[in-house]
């Protein structure tokens, strides 16, 4: 009996050991685990870190300083009116004419468009910017305008013509569709002899 209740003694012992020491890992395991779940603590100041005493201070380098920037808005403002100008538009001399008016003149014009050797030698091209003058000298420049509605073309002279009265220019396709005149054909011009400056 006494060694049942010995041994019942020493079971029970176990047990009511086990239990606190159960206990205590439980209780363990959920201290640490709110441990891993708070977020670490970190000190309220933080000192600077003290300087190497092994260091020469006359020997390190002047400590550098961030470039100061301005805002970008402020600099522009500050800026000149003038100094944000293109040079160009700050010094600005009147261009010369690339070419002067030699002579003037008023007539009627014509256009034709058939491809044909002209007077110059070249072949005619209604899509050039090219006419014909009974006596003004070849390759000439000259400016014609169209009086009806005030648009005006330079065109080359390569071909001698027309020889209808009271015409002076025949104009390719291409000049008379320029200024406006290839639905009536014929049209009152102005126009204008250039030569280079």
Not at 157 to 168: A, F, K, L
Request: glycine share 6%.
């Amino acid at each position: 009996m006494r060694a049942c209740l010995r041994t019942l003694l020493t079971v029970s012992g176990v047990a009511v050991a086990a239990v606190p020491a159960g206990a205590w890992a439980l209780n363990n395991t959920e201290e640490t685990g709110r441990a891993a779940a708070a977020p670490p603590a970190t000190p309220a100041t933080s000192r600077p870190l003290a300087k190497d005493p092994t260091k020469d201070p006359a020997k390190d380098p002047a400590p550098r300083r961030p470039a100061a920037t301005a805002e970008p808005s402020k600099t522009r403002e500050a800026e000149p009116r003038e100094s944000r100008e293109p040079a160009a538009a700050q010094d600005s001399k009147p261009r010369k004419p690339k070419y002067r008016v030699v002579d003037t003149g008023a007539c009627q014009a014509s256009y034709y468009w058939e491809p044909q050797p002209t007077a110059s030698g070249e072949r005619f091209d209604p899509d050039a910017l090219t006419a014909a003058h009974k006596t003004l000298p070849m390759h000439s420049k000259v400016k014609v305008t169209n009086k009806n509605n005030g648009k005006s073309v330079v065109v080359r002279i390569n071909d001698r013509g027309p020889y209808v009265g009271g015409r002076c220019l025949d104009l390719s396709k291409a000049a008379m569709a320029s200024v406006g005149g290839t639905g009536s054909g014929v049209i009152p011009v102005r126009y204008q002899v250039l030569a280079k400056s």
